[in-house]
Structures are given as structure tokens and as C-alpha cells.
């Protein structure tokens, strides 16, 4: 059975492991980590089958697959250890890996060591028919994102910008660029735009633009894809994670169904 560790106890992770726990997954949750052990301890508190808490280094000797779900600095400081002891990496802060020499080095251990590195689709649809395209030529990858204010509260844009997210009124654009500006300006918020850049045409020539609504009640992507295929669209309004309204449920639930498809034998799309 496969063996599975989770760095992250926030919203996504607990979504994780109680989808093992409750036998949605067939694996076992071996070990957990969190920086806030009293995160540890409440998730612990939820689970009928108890993984130990336990240090990076533990959890990764434990583990078959090792599942970050907790920020981009915890993939630059644990992904690569992960790969070198031949451990496959889930990664869902995916906005790391917009740092080419991080990226390559990920890769480079992955191959020397026989592992795999696994990016769930997170809160967009599509990415399959971004991949298939990519096959071709593709000659326009655009995003746009509208989150309600509380959803971009503490982003380093909003912050250094100075920006009063309380002042909007009414559906706003606040940032336009490319993936891997928005994914700096972003961290917690657009891990998609790094998604949609690694499976189509990279960081430089994907399009973002985010906008904030005060009215908005869910997080809304809308993707737009245009090359020798033809025109790809998809829309996708995410109900924000009750435990953290910077990120979508769905974010949670596409990490569950990679780690469902590693463990069975049926696999379904690109």
C-alpha cells in the first residue's frame, strides 16, 4: 500500500488526509508535518487512524510519496531532498517552480533518482486540453481571476503597492502580466497561472490578469487557450475553502484525485 507523508496541515492538507483516513484513497497516511505543531495536533484530533507527527526528515524516510501542502519557501527547502532520496513530490505551491534553476534541478534529481514529480490541476479545468494542445502550436495562453478582496489580503502586491482592498466597489483589474509575475505578486493566490505556464507555453508568454470584486463569492478563473487546435475556454467559479478563502476546495479535491489515480490501476485523461 502506498505510503503517503504530508508537509502543510492548513486547509488543503487536512482535506488530504482525511480523504486517506476515511478510505477515499487507498493509502496510508504514515507521517505529518506542520511549522504549527497545534495544527498537527487538531488534524491528529480528526483522523480515526493516527500518522505520527514528525520531522521533515522522518517523513520523508517514511514515505513513499511526499505531499507539500504548505508554501512555496517549504518546496525550495524540502522538494529536492525529497527527490534525492528517490521519494516521489506532490507539489501544490507550485508557484516555486517558476524558478528555471529550482525547476531543473527538481527535474534532474527526479530522473538520477527514478521518481516522479506530481502537479495536480488545482482550482482551474482544462489543463488536460492545454497539454494535448501544447503537441501543436499554441499561440495565446491568457488567465483571468477574480477574487473577492479577503481572498488577496496579505498578497506582497497588495502590500507594496499599498492597496486598500476595502476601497473597491465594484469588479476592479488590479494586476496584468505575465505567469511569473503574477505568481511573485501572488504567492497564495494564482498557483494555476504557474500550472497553466508548465503545461502550455511558459512563465514569459502566459497572460494574467486578476481582478478584485467585492461581490464576488467565489473565485472565478476563466482560461482561454487559441493555437493550431483551435480556441480551448473554460470557466471555473471555486467556492473558497472554508478554512482559507485564498484558495479553492477544488484545489483540495484535485490533490485527492491525482493521489486516487496513482493508486489505481484505470487511468483516465492526458
Excluded: W
Aim: glycine content about 8%; aromatic content about 4%; proline content about 4%.
Amino acid at each position: 500500500m502506498l505510503k503517503i507523508g504530508v508537509i502543510g496541515c492548513g486547509a488543503i492538507g487536512t482535506q488530504i488526509c482525511k480523504a486517506i483516513d476515511n478510505g477515499s484513497i487507498s493509502a496510508q497516511l504514515v507521517a505529518i508535518y506542520d511549522r504549527s505543531s497545534e495544527h498537527c495536533e487538531s488534524l491528529l484530533k480528526s483522523l480515526k487512524n493516527k500518522p505520527i507527527m514528525s520531522s521533515p526528515a522522518e517523513l520523508i524516510s517514511k514515505a513513499d510519496i511526499v505531499v507539500e501542502c504548505a508554501s512555496q519557501v517549504a518546496v525550495r527547502e524540502l522538494g529536492l531532498s525529497v527527490l534525492e532520496e528517490g521519494k516521489d513530490l506532490m507539489v501544490m505551491s507550485v508557484g516555486a517552480l517558476m524558478e528555471p534553476e529550482l525547476l531543473g534541478h527538481f527535474i534532474f534529481a527526479a530522473r538520477k533518482n527514478d521518481c516522479h514529480i506530481y502537479i495536480p490541476s488545482g482550482a482551474i479545468a482544462g489543463i488536460d486540453g492545454l497539454k494535448s494542445a501544447s503537441m501543436a502550436c499554441i499561440d495565446k495562453v491568457i488567465l483571468s481571476t477574480v477574487k473577492n478582496p479577503g481572498g488577496l489580503s496579505g498578497a506582497p502586491f497588495i502590500i507594496e503597492n499599498n492597496i486598500d482592498l476595502g476601497s473597491f466597489h465594484r469588479r476592479t483589474l488590479i494586476f496584468e502580466g505575465n505567469a511569473r509575475e503574477a505568481v511573485r505578486a501572488f504567492p497564495a493566490n494564482v498557483n494555476v497561472a504557474a500550472s497553466l505556464s508548465l503545461a502550455g507555453i511558459g512563465a514569459e508568454r502566459t497572460h494574467v490578469k486578476i481582478f478584485v470584486d467585492p461581490e464576488a463569492s467565489r473565485n472565478i478563473h476563466e482560461i482561454t487557450v487559441i493555437g493550431d487546435f483551435g480556441t480551448l475556454t473554460s470557466r471555473i467559479e471555486n467556492i473558497p475553502s472554508p478554512d482559507n478563502p485564498r484558495t479553492s476546495l477544488l484545489a483540495a479535491l484535485s490533490a485527492i484525485a491525482t493521489l486516487k489515480k496513482i493508486t489505481e490501476p484505470l487511468q483516465l485523461g492526458t
